[in-house]
């Protein structure tokens, strides 16, 4: 099946510091996925940070971005200078219209990132 | 701005106890979704709806029904409450096509004795 597999949390940077969270992914039955990367602060939900729908292709959002690389089959979020308020929990997920367009999306495991000011 | 609120928050519930999760969405989407979220695990995927009337078996159903009574609401339903569901659950609603976002609500934590 499809799977999703990002860096190991937590994650402690400085404020200042650059920061990369690594992801890559298995589409196995998905011939063009979607990439996405959610974001959820303290008390809140899951929120869309960025999203890729084709290869090659760079999204960008909040001083954030990642690159959609097919051939490494990887989706790494990075930031030059993280902000203590960029702490959170980061989700690489993967998406396809699936039989019936439910949308499906597969997750990473999160990544909790803390940001030291 | 898109609006997802679940209920309760919280819920402690003991063992073989019938559990209800609410989830409420303003987005008038067709499609909404019950996730639970398991340290070390992503978000996995419980039931779906297309719409009103609608549920479908994502990939982990066992042990959970799902009831879509209107577009706005969506519900998860524990009939027989177990510790392994002790977990943190997400709602979320959202629409067809290549450019789809889930809109995901703020989490109900669930705690099973």
């Known amino acids: 099946g499809d799977s999703v597999t990002q860096t190991e949390g937590p994650v402690t940077v400085s404020e200042s510091e650059s920061l990369i969270i690594n992801c890559t992914y298995s589409?196995?039955?998905?011939?063009?996925?979607?990439l996405f990367w959610y974001v959820r602060y303290p008390g809140e939900g899951l929120q869309l940070l960025l999203k890729?729908?084709?290869?090659?292709q760079k999204g960008s959002s909040r001083g954030f971005e990642a690159t959609y690389n097919k051939e490494t089959t990887s989706f790494h979020l990075q930031k030059a200078s993280v902000q203590e308020s960029d702490s959170a929990v980061y989700y690489c997920?993967?998406?396809?219209?699936?039989?019936?367009?439910?949308?499906?999306?597969?997750f990473g495991q999160g990544t909790v990132l803390s940001v030291i000011p | 701005e898109a609006a997802v609120t679940q209920s309760p928050r919280n819920k402690v519930a003991v063992t073989g106890g019938k559990v209800t999760l609410s989830c409420n969405q303003t987005n008038n989407h067709n499609n909404m979704y019950w996730y639970r979220q398991d340290t070390g695990h992503g978000l996995r995927l419980i039931h779906y709806s297309y719409g009103a009337g609608s549920t479908e078996k994502g990939d982990i159903p066992d042990g959970y029904k799902a009831s879509r009574p209107s577009q706005e609401n969506f519900s998860l339903i524990l009939e027989l409450a177990t510790p392994s569901q002790t977990s943190v659950y997400f709602c979320?609603?959202?629409?067809?096509?290549?450019?789809?976002?889930?809109?995901f609500g703020p989490g109900t934590r669930l705690t099973v004795l």
């Open positions: 979320a609603s959202g629409e067809l096509g290549p450019l789809y976002e889930q809109y």
């Open positions: 890729v729908i084709t290869a090659g």
């Open positions: 589409a196995t039955s998905i011939a063009y996925p979607n």
């Open positions: 997920a993967l998406g396809e219209m699936a039989t019936g367009g439910n949308n499906k999306l597969t």
